[in-house]
């Protein structure tokens, strides 16, 4: 029995050993910073910032600057846990958080520090006649404020179905920061209303917005 307890201590004590020992290995975290889809963002500071935690003590702030490719790399050998962080790009806000990335070597990919932009074709159905002239469908304008137009656009009754609008390059503000790691498309909602604004009966669609896909993507308004 002494010899059972006394080997289970040493293995106990090996292992502590060990992962004190892999706790102040150095590490590194690395990734390519993307302008968009085919352009680097060439000699761009940023930051990894940690949060503070009970257990883990303060946050930290590791600093970097991007080669010509938009490479950057940086190496940290504290004793501080850094399986979960935020990157930051200085003059804009967090791009990415990794909440669960383990080991010694995290290498992030591409990491977008401007929102996505998609192409739309916007259909019109309608399961109710009942409007006429005096009638008028609102609509949020995807495409403001690149396209130039109003945020909210109108349509006249009487109400045809079909293609009713076209638009190129609407991007999605609140789609950072982004969840390294994660299969979900990002998405933005685009409200829609006849005559009225009411908060409690006003309709919406979502539009996925993936970075780096130049296809148009058809949504449908539905008129009740």
């Given at each position: 029995?002494?010899?059972?307890?006394?080997?289970?201590?040493?293995?106990?004590?090996?292992?502590?050993?060990?992962?004190?020992?892999?706790?102040?290995?150095?590490?590194?975290?690395?990734?390519?910073?993307?302008?968009?889809?085919?352009?680097?963002?060439?000699?761009?500071?940023?930051?990894?910032?940690?949060?503070?935690?009970?257990?883990?003590?303060?946050?930290?702030?590791?600093?970097?600057?991007?080669?010509?490719?938009?490479?950057?790399?940086?190496?940290?050998?504290?004793?501080?846990?850094?399986?979960?962080?935020?990157?930051?790009?200085?003059?804009?806000?967090?791009?990415?958080?990794?909440?669960?990335?383990?080991?010694?070597?995290?290498?992030?990919?591409?990491?977008?520090?401007?929102?996505?932009?998609?192409?739309?074709?916007m259909k019109l159905k309608i399961n109710n006649h009942i409007y006429n002239e005096l009638d008028t469908l609102h609509y949020r304008?995807?495409?403001?404020?690149?396209?130039?137009?109003?945020?909210?656009?109108?349509?006249?009754?009487?109400?045809?179905?079909?293609?009713?609008?076209?638009?190129?390059?609407?991007?999605?503000?609140?789609?950072?920061?982004?969840?390294?790691?994660?299969?979900?498309?990002?998405?933005?909602?685009?409200?829609?209303?006849?005559?009225?604004?009411?908060?409690?009966?006003?309709?919406?669609?979502?539009?996925?917005?993936?970075?780096?896909?130049?296809?148009?993507?058809?949504?449908?308004?539905?008129?009740?």
């Amino acid at each position: 029995m002494k010899t059972t307890s006394y080997f289970i201590v040493i293995l106990l004590l090996a292992f502590s050993c060990k992962k004190m020992t892999n706790s102040n290995d150095p590490v590194v975290i690395e990734g390519i910073l993307m302008a968009s889809c085919d352009v680097p963002a060439a000699n761009k500071s940023g930051f990894i910032i940690t949060d503070d935690g009970l257990l883990s003590g303060p946050g930290i702030s590791l600093s970097f600057t991007t080669d010509e490719n938009g490479y950057f790399k940086i190496t940290h050998t504290g004793k501080e846990s850094m399986d979960k962080f935020t990157v930051r790009v200085q003059g804009s806000s967090d791009v990415l958080r990794v909440t669960n990335l383990s080991g010694n070597t995290k290498n992030l990919g591409k990491v977008y520090i401007n929102p996505p932009s998609v192409n739309i074709y916007m259909k019109l159905k309608i399961n109710n006649h009942i409007y006429n002239e005096l009638d008028t469908l609102h609509y949020r304008n995807a495409g403001y404020p690149t396209n130039g137009l109003d945020p909210w656009l109108k349509i006249a009754g009487p109400f045809v179905e079909g293609t009713i609008d076209t638009i190129y390059n609407a991007v999605n503000p609140g789609v950072f920061p982004l969840s390294f790691g994660s299969n979900l498309i990002p998405e933005m909602r685009l409200d829609y209303y006849i005559n009225n604004y009411d908060s409690w009966n006003d309709k919406f669609v979502y539009i996925s917005t993936p970075h780096c896909s130049d296809e148009y993507q058809t949504i449908t308004l539905v008129i009740d």
